[in-house]
């Protein structure tokens, strides 16, 4: 027995890979041969012999063995020995024999693949020879290359056909021939090409089913040969647009469409896009996208489209002063747009969404001063054709794409004349929606632009009304993303500052506004709360700048439902907030009544919608500081807003919280009235009272110093009142001294023990201190009664 | 003549002419044993005449019993082997019984000689010309000398000429429609055609078209009917689907043809067909004939 193999196991390909190289090394070697004997004959000037051997040699080309890559090797090494064959054509031509006859002995030759490649080779001596028209021979070699029907073969015998030909086709452009015009040539090289793609798609069909893909790739190798035949008519000078557009291109469309093979489809579409100049697609749009539209169904017609829109693109931006011209003389924009708007209803979302993207492009590169309408048009059909279809991922890209677009083309406040823009947006998922909308805040914060009237602004809601308004359906509740949302809706936060008169009406900005606040309450309490605020500031900054008073209690009216909102959002604080920043502009513009209406408002929420007594505490300084920076009240209004706060005051939970609010209260009076300085007295000795209270339960239930910073904090007051009163109307040194005294006790316990809060305390203490020596400095009759201890 | 190992001491030779001496043109064509011989080519009504000479040996003289010259046109068949018809036949007794001593020269004449039948070499039959010249001699033999000449005929061009077309097939296989421009062509002619192909649903390797010639002898139930293809011709290389149309053209000249006869001397005839032969890839050959007429327009 032998043992096994370790030599690794040959695949099928390798072997037939193999095979390849030796036939071809085979085929390759017997041309060598029988060029060898002809070339011979051609030394003795032999005729007969030289057909013998160049026949022979020629057949070697008819082999089925080898593939389209082999094949084409084996063509050009016998391409090669034709040139020789070519030359003595020529001769013989000077020694006696004509044309015609060369023409007619070749054809004696049996078989016929090496007939036509020598019918071909003494027919480019022929058409040299003007015996006859070269537009009848080149009819007879192109109709005659029909004998061959197998497609390798046949495309390169057709081949050489054309590279044979040019010469021909360069004497009939020179005019030598008087029978043989340009449209003879054009007829040629179209025949040419036409029987050239046939075979071409026929490979398609040849063989086994299961090879079908290595075909194909093979057919791709080969798609050259094809196009050289486009190229060579791109080529011809005499062609011009009208022959273009009345022959060659419903011809080449002609053969493209009935061919029905979308490999071919696909190459030859865009080779035409590629190889004709701009000026004739401008001019002949409609017949290359009427081709289009007959296309075989799997032929990627979006690709072709685009590359067509692409090329025009281009050729605006490489010469913008040509191409603008022809493009509006021959509409090429209305011209693009129609076809591939029913195009675009016979393919997919995504293929559909390319086309629409391409034209978008093209509009915006191309028609300057009309674009704007043009987008708006390319959108409307976009959103037309795209409504009912089911709009895959890709297709969302790549509308997100168009809509992205514009921003960076246009200012947005044109864009925002686009009626269908939304529509657009509405075909996309809602994330990619609210992608979009961020899109555009977000260019608009950047580039600080405002948006300046209500009619603008009613359309940027509509762009934006993804992120603006709530549009979730309740299944999704759940799903709401709480952080996103603030973060966008702080985006259009901040959007609102941007929409504004610029030449500063206050109408305008006003009702700018108002509109904000319709379409902000559409958005739910989620997105309120971060979104009317801003609305709340713009409106006060407006007040602050508006002289009329009956417009500004307008808009404190309005500021009044704004805010009520956003109370029932609940969010109680931020109305209570926003209530007091109303209070002081309404205050400013001694507006009493307004102010007295937000107070109420403001003390209403603190009553009933802030139930935390921290949340309360932070209200009540916020109120305290408020209405202490108020100046306009009446004083029977101030009255009872500043007995309300200090009864309040008292009722706070914790002592300290008491301690602090109460003689904050304190500064709500003016001492300079009679009346009012009791009342800062009441105030100030309550404090007192709340922090003795509040060190005695400190030092009985958890055994510690309790709150000196609050002495030390009334102290302040005192010496604040103390400053501030007319001689000792109010404060006398005395109670000051006690205090002193009371503190200075309290502080020194405080050194021995090392905690953060002492720390605080004691340099509140010493800052204290150090003011009273330097009040004692300026003011030394008023100090005088104040001693330091140390 | 030469029996029994004698060679006649005479040498038989003969100038061809046509009328008033003018010299023939001259012909290669192929004898019956297949090699080419170059004669000289008569027409239907020339004159055929000339000079034949007799030489005897040097020193040598040879009685005979009369000289003659004979004019004949045969038609021998192989099949029957030795059976000549002579369907032309004329003799001119140049010399009554005597002695020939030296190079004796003598002139003849058949004049207007009318000759219908073209010379023919086929399989199983031959058309020949000859003139025939016979020494007498009562002993050791005559001593007979043949001189063969070709004649063709030309015919006018024929006033219909009727393109072939047809539609042919094999049900829900193969449909093709041929095309020839005519049905009849002279031998330098150029046959032109196009083959369309209506269905195909065979795969076809490739297409060929021959030129068979169908000689027939004798007749009844000894007829004898012999094929032979002039001409192999491809046309088409590959596999075409439908619509292709496939052009034709064939240059006659190229090829060993004669006219069609058609009954000569109730003896033979020689039709020619064009056949169109498909070969598809198992090498299954699928084919259609027609009749074609040749004729001579010119020598």
Redesign the interface.
């Known amino acids: 027995m032998e043992p096994p193999s370790t030599s690794p196991p040959t695949t099928m390909d390798q072997i037939l890979a193999a095979e390849q190289d030796k036939w071809l090394a085979d085929a390759k070697a017997a041309v060598k041969q029988q060029a060898f004997y002809m070339k011979k004959a051609i030394d003795e000037d032999n005729l007969r012999d030289v057909f013998k051997y160049s026949s022979a040699m020629l057949g070697e080309l008819r082999t089925s063995l080898l593939s389209p890559q082999k094949y084409y090797e084996l063509y050009m090494r016998a391409f090669d020995e034709l040139r020789g064959l070519e030359m003595f054509f020529e001769e013989q031509r000077g020694k006696g024999h004509t044309a015609s006859e060369l023409y007619e002995l070749v054809q004696h030759a049996g078989n016929v693949l090496p007939r036509l490649y020598l019918l071909v080779t003494v027919g480019s001596v022929f058409i040299r020879s003007h015996e006859s028209s070269i537009k009848s021979l080149l009819k007879d070699l192109v109709e005659m290359c029909g004998g061959i029907q197998h497609p390798v073969r046949g495309l390169f015998l057709r081949t050489y056909l054309t590279q044979t030909s040019r010469e021909g086709l360069n004497l009939i452009e020179c005019k030598v021939d008087e029978e043989s015009s340009t449209g003879d040539a054009v007829e040629f090289v179209l025949q040419n090409f036409t029987e050239m793609n046939k075979l071409w798609v026929r490979m398609k069909h040849q063989g086994p089913v299961r090879e079908r893909g290595k075909r194909e790739k093979e057919r791709k190798e080969l798609r050259d040969l094809v196009g050289k035949n486009l190229v060579i008519l791109s080529s011809m000078e005499d062609v011009g647009v009208e022959m273009y557009g009345e022959i060659v291109l419903p011809r080449i469309l002609e053969q493209v469409v009935n061919c029905k093979d979308e490999l071919a489809q696909n190459y030859l579409m865009d080779c035409i896009i590629q190889v004709f100049p701009d000026e004739f697609h401008i001019k002949t749009m409609e017949t290359f996208v009427e081709g289009c539209g007959n296309l075989h169904q799997d032929t990627n017609v979006a690709q072709i489209l685009c590359g067509l829109i692409k090329r025009l693109s281009n050729f605006m931006e490489n010469e913008p002063e040509t191409s603008s011209g022809l493009f509006e003389e021959h509409q090429t924009f209305e011209r693009l747009l129609d076809p591939a708007t029913k195009i675009s209803e016979k393919v997919g979302s995504q293929a559909a969404a390319s086309i629409y993207a391409a034209i978008l492009d093209f509009a915006v590169k191309t028609s300057e001063g009309k674009a704007l309408g043009r987008v708006d048009q390319v959108l409307s059909k976009c959103a037309e054709a795209l409504k009912t279809a089911d709009v895959t991922s890709q297709a969302s890209r790549t509308l997100k794409s168009i809509l992205t677009t514009p921003l960076d083309s246009y200012a947005i406040t044109d864009l925002l004349d686009l009626k269908s823009y939304p529509d657009v947006m509405q075909l996309l998922s809602p994330q990619m929606q609210n992608a979009v909308a961020v899109d555009i805040i977000e260019k608009i914060l950047k580039k600080g632009t405002i948006i300046p009237n209500v009619k603008k602004v009613a359309s940027l809601f509509d762009f934006i009304s993804t992120i603006v308004e709530d549009i979730k359906s309740e299944e999704d509740e759940d799903d709401v993303d709480e952080e996103e949302i603030e973060e966008e809706q702080n985006l259009v936060a901040r959007l609102v500052h941007q929409m504004k008169s610029e030449d500063e009406s206050i109408d305008e900005s006003f009702a700018i506004l108002k509109l904000a606040k319709e379409r902000f309450e559409k958005g739910g309490p989620l997105r309120v709360k971060h979104t009317l605020p801003t609305v709340v500031f713009d409106v006060l900054q407006l007040v602050k700048r508006d002289d009329d008073e009956e417009r500004c209690e307008k808009m404190l009216k309005f500021l009044h439902s704004v805010i009520e909102v956003i109370s029932e959002v609940p969010e109680p604080e931020k109305a209570f907030k926003l209530y007091l920043e109303c209070i002081l502009v309404a205050d400013m513009k001694k507006l009493e009544n307004s102010a007295y209406d937000f107070a109420t408002a403001a003390f209403d929420i603190y009553e009933n919608g802030i139930p935390d007594q921290k949340a309360q505490v932070e209200a009540l300084k916020m109120l305290i500081g408020c209405l202490s920076s108020c100046s306009n009240f009446g004083e029977d209004n101030f009255d009872a807003l500043s007995s309300a706060a200090t009864k309040w005051s008292i009722k706070l939970l914790k002592k300290s919280d008491q301690c602090v609010s109460v003689f904050s209260c304190a500064h709500l009076f003016n001492i300079a009235d009679e009346g009012n300085s009791e009342k800062v007295m009441v105030c100030l000795k309550r404090a007192l009272t709340a922090a003795k209270q509040a060190q005695g339960m400190a030092k009985s239930s958890r055994g510690e110093l309790g709150p000196v910073e609050l002495f030390i904090a009334i102290l302040n007051k005192y010496l604040f009142f103390f400053d501030k009163q007319e001689g000792e109307a109010l404060i006398k040194a005395e109670d000051v001294q006690n205090l002193l005294d009371l503190v200075s006790n309290e502080t020194s316990s405080l050194t021995t023990s090392g905690a953060e809060g002492n720390d605080r305390a004691l340099k509140f203490y010493h800052n204290t201190l150090r003011h009273i020596m330097s009040q004692k400095e300026k003011f030394p009759e008023k100090y005088s009664a104040l001693s330091l201890k140390s | 003549m030469n029996f029994l190992g004698f060679k006649a001491p005479v040498t038989v030779g003969c100038e061809l002419l046509k009328g008033g001496g003018v010299k023939p043109e001259l012909v290669t064509v192929r004898s019956a044993s297949g090699a080419p011989e170059t004669i000289p080519l008569y027409n239907d009504g020339d004159t055929v005449s000339g000079a034949v000479t007799v030489t005897p040996a040097f020193g040598k003289k040879i009685d005979h019993q009369g000289i003659k010259i004979e004019l004949l046109g045969q038609i021998e068949t192989y099949y029957d082997k030795g059976s000549f018809y002579d369907f032309v036949a004329a003799v001119r007794e140049v010399s009554g019984p005597g002695e020939v001593k030296e190079e004796v020269k003598y002139d003849f004449e058949f004049p207007n000689v009318e000759m219908l039948n073209e010379t023919y070499n086929g399989v199983n039959v031959r058309l020949r010309y000859v003139v025939k010249v016979t020494i007498v001699r009562s002993y050791r033999g005559s001593v007979v000398k043949d001189f063969n000449f070709c004649v063709r005929n030309t015919t006018v061009l024929p006033e219909i000429n009727n393109s072939i077309k047809m539609e042919v097939g094999i049900e829900d296989c193969l449909h093709i429609e041929f095309e020839y421009k005519k049905s009849k062509y002279h031998l330098k002619d150029v046959l032109v055609g196009k083959i369309y192909f209506l269905l195909v649903q065979i795969k076809?390797k490739?297409m060929e078209l021959e030129i068979r010639r169908r000689e027939t002898t004798g007749s009844g139930s000894n007829q004898y009917n012999e094929t032979q293809t002039m001409a192999?011709?491809?046309?088409?290389?590959?596999?075409?689907?439908k619509g292709?149309?496939?052009?034709i053209?064939l240059?006659l000249s190229?090829y060993d043809l004669t006219p069609t006869y058609k009954n000569v001397n109730n003896k033979f005839s020689v039709k020619y067909f064009l056949n169109l032969v498909l070969v598809d890839e198992e090498d299954r050959r699928y084919f259609k004939q027609q009749e074609i007429h040749l004729f001579r327009t010119e020598l």
């Open positions: 076809l490739h192999k011709y491809e046309v088409m290389d590959g596999a075409p689907v292709e149309c496939i052009p053209r240059f190229a």
